[in-house]
């Protein structure tokens, strides 16, 4: 069964920073790139981070780079991809989405995709 689960979303204050963990599990993960999305409430769901397969590519929205970091775990039999995110401000509130697929920052490239955990951060 393909897993994508995301956790460690929460309520923050401006300025603090909030660890997202993506556990993905039932396909070989390891294979794909990844990558997070958020939407906030009336929104599109929008690009914020993506990573190649092994890591050793990431590429970020202008509005969270230099505060967020993307980075992933190959283990056996789960990946874990991580956003560290730091800095944050209101505007960052919105639900965050986890996606493997293609190295991309268009969603539709990506073919598997988590339920999404909230973060809210208020001013």
């Known amino acids: 069964q393909v897993q994508l689960v995301e956790s460690g979303g929460g309520l923050v204050q401006a300025g603090g920073s909030l660890r997202l963990s993506c556990a993905a599990s039932?396909?070989?993960?390891?294979?794909?790139?990844m990558g997070w999305f958020r939407q906030a409430p009336g929104k599109e769901r929008d690009f914020v981070a993506s990573i190649t397969w092994n890591g050793g590519m990431t590429y970020y929205a202008d509005s969270v780079k230099g505060r967020f970091t993307i980075s992933r775990d190959n283990a056996e039999n789960t990946v874990t991809m991580y956003l560290q995110m730091n800095s944050l401000k209101p505007e960052d509130t919105a639900v965050y989405y986890c996606a493997a697929g293609n190295y991309a920052r268009n969603a539709e490239v990506y073919a598997y995709w988590g339920q999404g955990t909230q973060v809210t951060v208020s001013s």
């Open positions: 039932g396909r070989t993960f390891s294979r794909y790139a």
